[in-house]
């Protein structure tokens, strides 16, 4: 399984940014994909996440009402929105996968997002 992940980079506060997570490698079917963060000097830390089969999703409470997660299954790709973005979101940004009822096996690398004040 490869996940590849993209679209970090520079953003003012208060702006938008998408990240995209491309997956290949297997089906995804009973499949969850996730996005995690990681910022300097701290752990890597739970964003948000979504079912592959029903799109359930699930968010980490800093995010909530600011970050979307999305996933287009024809395409295998999957997709964070984040609006209103402030300085504490600034992080490494990685896409991860698993089946739906165990952990994340898969990790993309990271994509750096840096939130200007």
């Known amino acids: 399984v490869q996940l590849q992940a993209s679209g970090g980079g520079l953003v003012q506060a208060g702006g938008s940014l998408r990240l995209s997570c491309s997956a290949s490698?297997?089906?995804?079917?009973?499949?969850?994909m996730g996005w995690f963060r990681q910022a300097p000097g701290k752990e890597r830390e739970f964003v948000a996440s979504?079912?592959?089969?029903?799109?359930?999703?699930y968010y980490t409470d800093s995010v909530k009402g600011r970050f979307t997660i999305s996933r287009v299954r024809a395409e295998n790709m999957a997709y964070l929105q984040m609006n209103s973005v402030k300085p504490d979101d600034t992080a490494v940004y990685y896409c991860?996968?698993?089946?739906?009822?165990?952990?994340?096996?898969?990790w993309g690398q990271g994509t750096q997002v840096t939130v200007s004040s």
């Open positions: 979504i079912t592959w089969n029903l799109g359930s999703t």
């Open positions: 991860a996968a698993g089946p739906t009822s165990t952990n994340y096996i898969h």
């Open positions: 490698g297997r089906t995804f079917v009973n499949y969850k």
